[in-house]
């Protein structure tokens, strides 16, 4: 099951090193000299937390990739952030929704 978390591998150069990470498990990390040797570090801690977790019955995180998501959510922002994307929305002819997904998407 592990297989299916989300990891990542990035440089620290505060470490000197790369990290292994893994977004469902945020506290846990892996320092290693090469990209692949903290990808396989990383995998290994959270396979001996999933272990740990389910010898004490305690339920391990879903996989973001197994998770369902409707596309919706909600994103307060002050009124004169709303009010200006209002006008460039209205400015450019589309719908706010469509000019805050084009831009969301834009930053992904």
């Not at 990390?29 to 305690?58: C, F, H, Y």
């Not at 197994?66 to 450019?92: C, N, Q, W």
């Amino acid at each position: 099951m592990n297989d299916h978390y989300t990891y990542r591998v990035t440089w620290s150069v505060e470490d000197g090193e790369h990290v292994g990470l893994c977004a469902e498990f945020p506290s846990l990390s892996w320092l290693a000299p090469t990209p692949a040797k903290a990808l396989a570090g990383i995998q290994r801690v959270v396979n001996n937390a999933l272990s740990d977790m389910l010898s004490t019955g305690e339920a391990p995180p879903e996989p973001l990739a197994d998770r369902t998501y409707s596309g919706k959510f909600l994103v307060r922002v002050p009124p004169e952030t709303h009010r200006t994307l209002a006008i460039r929305a209205a400015e450019e002819g589309v719908s706010l929704n469509r000019l805050v997904s084009a831009r969301l998407a834009k930053d992904a």
